[in-house]
């Protein structure tokens, strides 16, 4: 248990209309906020996501060529469940992202190119929570290269070469919000989106079979469920998304 968890989470603030969202592999975002993804479009903003890789290396029965192929279908198809057209990807190496000048150059080029306003990430600690899992490097080098990127992409002196490739500076990025985080501050409504959310993680069929012997759509519906009911009893019994908010 962290120090606020009983502290009432404040709903996400809402005047925005472009978000851009960056994880390292297919799946973060379906285990990490795609409820809340899924009532964003309901309301008509834009969410672009963008992954560092193409999770080649989850799947240790199949080759990485194959299952990185197989793994960005899976994506599109999953964010295609919640209202999302615009998936890209990175192309950094499955399980060995390295935090540093030439991603935190990328993503920042993504951000020049979306403009978007919220920029979303996933939980770039070394644990996750009370339950004392260690991270992924993946998800720890994404997560801080994407909170220093959201200012890299509005600083012209950083990454010139940008501009040159007609990708002007936007200093536009106003948030930060961190999904997965053991110290979330604020949420996002999840019953409308729920059910979708279900299904876009469904969509990650073939490695959800990796993962467990459960039938996967009980594991999947059980596990999101979970989270939102639990991510409810602080933000007024409803069900909920969790992110940590940083403002810029």
């Known amino acids: 248990m962290t120090e606020s968890a009983g502290t009432p989470l404040e709903p996400l603030p809402g005047d925005w209309r472009r978000a851009l969202a960056v994880v390292a592999h297919p799946d973060d975002l379906e285990y990490g906020c795609s409820a809340a993804v899924a009532s964003w479009t309901d309301e008509g903003r834009e969410v672009t996501y963008l992954l560092a890789t193409r999770g080649e290396a989850g799947i240790d029965?199949?080759?990485?060529?194959?299952?990185?192929?197989l793994r960005e279908r899976e994506q599109r198809a999953s964010a295609a469940e919640v209202g999302v057209e615009r998936v890209e990807f990175l192309d950094h190496r499955d399980g060995v992202v390295e935090y540093g000048i030439p991603l935190r150059r990328d993503i920042a080029a993504a951000i020049r190119r979306h403009r978007p306003e919220l920029v979303v990430t996933l939980n770039h600690r070394e644990t996750w929570g009370s339950s004392g899992f260690w991270?992924?490097?993946?998800?720890?080098?994404?997560g801080r290269a994407t909170l220093d990127a959201a200012a890299d992409a509005g600083n012209r002196w950083i990454f010139p070469e940008l501009a040159?490739?007609?990708?002007?500076?936007?200093?536009?990025?106003r948030w930060?919000?961190?999904a997965g985080s053991t110290t979330p501050?604020?949420?996002v409504d999840a019953t409308a989106g729920l059910e979708r959310a279900v299904r876009s993680l469904l969509a990650h069929?073939?490695?959800i079979?990796?993962?467990t012997d459960e039938d996967p759509e009980a594991y999947v519906r059980g596990f999101l469920t979970r989270s939102a009911e639990e991510t409810g009893k602080r933000f007024g019994g409803r069900p909920a998304v969790?992110?940590?908010l940083f403002p810029r």
């Open 242 to 244: 969790a992110f940590e």
């Open 61 to 69: 029965t199949l080759a990485p060529e194959e299952c990185g192929a």
């Open 185 to 187: 501050t604020h949420a």
């Open 135 to 142: 991270n992924t490097p993946d998800h720890v080098a994404v």
């Open 205 to 207: 069929r073939t490695y």
């Open 164 to 173: 040159e490739q007609g990708l002007e500076p936007w200093d536009g990025v």
């Open 176 to 178: 930060v919000a961190v």
């Open 209 to 211: 079979e990796v993962l």
